[in-house]
């Protein structure tokens, strides 16, 4: 069964301090997609970043960069020098590539990191 | 502004009452997909259209139903409501449904049953 497991529930950390947020995940299958997702307090879900199965490669995205190692099933999320307006809850989400009617491709979320950036 | 709209935004009902949630995707995209997101369940699937058609069911309850029009915009209806029902529901589209196609999230409704 597919699961997506945040382990940190909160985080707190002051401006300009990095931070990590670990996402560990479950499937079965060998071709599957990774996300994360932004959810200021506004309530909306900004899409950040996708990554394919196949894809192993590291991305860095101004203070954004993912690492993605299917050796360890985990696909974390580094903020460099975080900023106030980072404060948000991130969610890590799997999909998987879907049969042949395109059934089963919904997100599976993890429960959630909620980051606090303080000034 | 990811081109997917929700209305309402805010939703205040009472239980036993039915309601009608409506979204429209970004241009382009096929598919459509409605999550629940509450502080006890996180987020969850409840059911996916694609191009008209029902493609996959999550957890989503026998009173609740979905339907996608032919101009791609969708609508969810909850009936019977209950207290637990009060989440937030999202509508997300993709180009085609595919697990590879990024899912962009509308707004959300906020619907709160007293």
């Known amino acids: 069964a597919q699961k997506v497991t945040q382990a940190q529930t909160e985080i707190s950390v002051v401006e300009k301090e990095d931070v990590t947020l670990d996402c560990v995940y479950e499937?079965?299958?060998?071709?599957?997609?990774l996300f994360w997702y932004k959810q200021p307090p506004s309530g909306e879900l900004v899409f950040l970043i996708r990554?394919?199965?196949?894809?192993?490669q590291n991305e860095i995205s101004g203070r954004y960069s993912w690492n993605f190692q299917k050796s360890t099933s985990s696909f974390n999320f580094t903020i460099t020098a975080s900023q106030v307006v980072d404060s948000a809850v991130y969610f890590c989400?799997?999909?998987?590539?879907?049969?042949?009617?395109?059934?089963?491709?919904?997100?599976?979320f993890g429960k959630g990191t909620t980051l606090s950036v303080s000034s | 502004d990811s081109g997917v709209t929700q209305t309402p935004k805010h939703l205040i009902t009472a239980t036993g009452q039915r309601v009608t949630l409506r979204c429209s995707p970004r241009?382009?995209?096929?598919?459509v997909y409605w999550y629940q997101q509450s502080l006890d369940q996180g987020l969850q699937f409840l059911i996916q259209?694609?191009?008209?058609?029902?493609?996959a069911k999550g957890n989503i309850l026998e009173r609740f139903s979905a339907q996608q029009f032919p101009d791609l915009h969708s609508e969810l209806n909850l009936s019977s409501l209950e207290l637990g029902d009060s989440a937030l529901y999202f509508c997300?589209?993709?180009?085609?449904?595919?697990?590879?196609?990024?899912?962009?999230f509308g707004p959300g409704t906020r619907l709160l049953v007293l």
């Open positions: 997300a589209s993709s180009l085609d449904g595919t697990g590879k196609k990024t899912q962009y």
């Open positions: 499937t079965r299958d060998t071709t599957y997609y």
């Open positions: 990554r394919n199965s196949f894809d192993e």
């Open positions: 989400a799997l999909s998987e590539a879907g049969g042949a009617n395109q059934a089963g491709t919904a997100l599976i």
């Open positions: 241009s382009g995209d096929l598919s």
């Open positions: 259209y694609y191009n008209g058609e029902e493609r």
